[in-house]
Structure formats: C-alpha cells, structure tokens
C-alpha cells in the first residue's frame, strides 16, 4: 500500500523560505512522476512543480520558477520542494503525489488527475 506523507508546513512572512518534504512509503515505482501541488480556498488544485524520478527531469508552474525546486532523494524515498522568496499567493495547502501504473503523468506532469497516489497535504501560510 503506497502512502505518502507531507511535512514541513507552516507560517512565514513574505520573501522567506520554506522546505518541505514527502515520505513515500510502499512506492517502489522509478519510471514515474512525483509533484507537488497546491489548493488555496476557493481555488482548483494546482500544479507546482514535478519531477520524473529516473532522469530527474523537472517541470514548474510559471508562477513559482526562479523560487521553488523540487528534488527527490532515490535512497531515502523523499520528494522535497524548497520553497524560496514566498508570496501571500502562495498561501495554499500542499500536496505530494505520485504517477504509477494505470496513470500517466508523462504527457501533463502538472496536471493533477494524472496523479494515482496522494498525501494528506500541509498548510503554508505567508503572511504580509
């Protein structure tokens, strides 16, 4: 059973950092996506960043480029997303989720309904 578990949310000011981090667990997929994506109130869901996780190809929404990066740690079974110079509008719940067999991230890697696996999501603030 594939879970995937977020941390690293919290409150922070504008222009400052914040890292946070996805624990998967039972996924033992390599050829896929992993992303991360985001719903504020009121708003869709929205995708951020992701990455294939054998070429470690990247992809970004336009709206965090130059500020956020996603990584994945093979060994350790993390996806991370550095999170930099924040903006209120990036105020939103986030969510870590995964492609694997019967889903097919490769053509819209930013697309949520592409995505199989999903964790519980972690709140960021960024206050003014």
């Known amino acids: 059973q594939v879970q995937l578990v977020e941390s690293g949310g919290g409150s922070v000011q504008a222009g400052g950092s914040l890292r946070l981090s996805c624990a998967a667990s039972g996924y033992t997929y390599s050829n896929y996506f992993m992303g991360w994506f985001r719903q504020a109130p009121g708003k869709e869901r929205e995708g951020v960043a992701a990455?294939?996780?054998?070429?470690?190809?990247?992809h970004y929404a336009d709206s965090v480029k130059g500020r956020f990066t996603i990584s994945r740690d093979m060994a350790k079974k993390t996806l991370s997303l550095q999170m930099n110079s924040l903006k209120p509008e990036d105020t939103a719940t986030y969510y870590c989720?995964?492609?694997?067999?019967?889903?097919?991230?490769?053509?819209?890697?930013?697309?949520?309904?592409?995505?199989?696996?999903w964790g519980q999501g972690t709140q960021v603030t960024v206050s003014s």
């Open positions: 990455i294939y996780l054998s070429g470690g190809a990247r």
């Open positions: 989720a995964a492609d694997g067999p019967g889903s097919n991230a490769v053509a819209t890697p930013l697309r949520d309904s592409e995505y199989k696996y």
